[in-house]
T-cell receptor, first 115, second 114 residues
Framework: DTEVTQTPKHLVMGMTNKKSLKCEQH?????MYWYKQKAKKPPELMFV???????INESVPSRFSPECPNSSLLNLHLHALQPEDSALYLC??????????????FGPGTRLTVT | AQKVTQAQTEISVVEKEDVTLDCVYE???????LFWYKQPPSGELVFLIR??????QNEISGRYSWNFQKSTSSFNFTITASQVVDSAVYFC???????????FGAGTTVTVRA
């Protein structure tokens, strides 16, 4: 079962709102990732969690706050976002983050619109 | 410097035509991995193949085939007898020991017309 699920599928939020994106995988993977993807661009890495600890933060603004409650779940808390943060947010998982040979499996994404 | 170059931005073909997507990469590592992902309009990136730097054997999976040539730093992808369902954006990606993360190419949009 190579499935990563993400909720919600679509999210519209105002610049003063607080919301959360959720990601779940049941493949026993120990690395989980958040990516941001703008239209007609490749995904950009935001955060990497390895064994439930934040291992990479790609200089993401503090209005994005990741959380890994357990090995299967990954959240992305959003507050005070800007319209330019509107994008597709993708979650992915892999066996490990330090092993370069492990493919990442992606979820369907959350399409976020900030008004 | 861009590590993965996909020179073709868009390719449009008629159903049953073959289509080849080019991917050129740049790395100083001797151990690295190359990947291809498909992103249909629904948005999810679908893993297609992984190839390590020590294995230059070409691979075929159904209508998909991949040609890896270290001499030209290329990892090209061919879809044989294309179908409308092949319409998607295809990304080539590189994983290196130094960075421990994927470097994606810009992507190639493939449109297959019935």
């Amino acid at each position: 079962d190579t499935e990563v699920t993400q909720t919600p599928k679509h999210l519209v939020m105002g610049m003063t709102n607080k919301k959360s994106l959720k990601c779940e995988q049941h493949m026993g993977h120990r690395a989980m990732y958040w990516y941001k993807q703008k239209a007609k661009k490749p995904p950009e890495l935001m955060f990497v969690y390895s064994y439930e600890k934040l291992s990479i933060n790609e200089s993401v603004p503090s209005r994005f706050s990741p959380e890994c409650p357990n090995s299967s779940l990954l959240n992305l808390h959003l507050h005070a976002l800007q319209p330019e943060d509107s994008a597709l947010y993708l979650c992915a998982s892999s066996q490990e983050s330090r092993g370069i040979d492990y493919e990442q499996y992606f979820g369907p994404g959350t399409r976020l619109t900030v008004t | 410097a861009q590590k993965v170059t996909q020179a073709q931005t868009e390719i449009s073909v008629v159903e049953k035509e073959d289509v080849t997507l080019d991917c050129v990469y740049e790395t100083r590592d001797t151990t690295y991995y190359l990947f291809w992902y498909k992103q249909p309009p629904s948005g999810e990136l679908v893993f297609l193949i992984r190839r390590n730097s020590f294995d230059e054997q070409n691979e075929i999976s159904g209508r998909y085939s991949w040609n890896f040539q270290k001499s030209t730093s290329s990892f090209n992808f061919t879809i044989t007898a294309s179908q409308v369902v092949d319409s998607a954006v295809y990304f080539c990606a590189l994983s290196e020991a130094v960075l421990y993360k994927l470097s994606f190419g810009a992507g190639t949009t493939v449109t297959v017309r019935a």
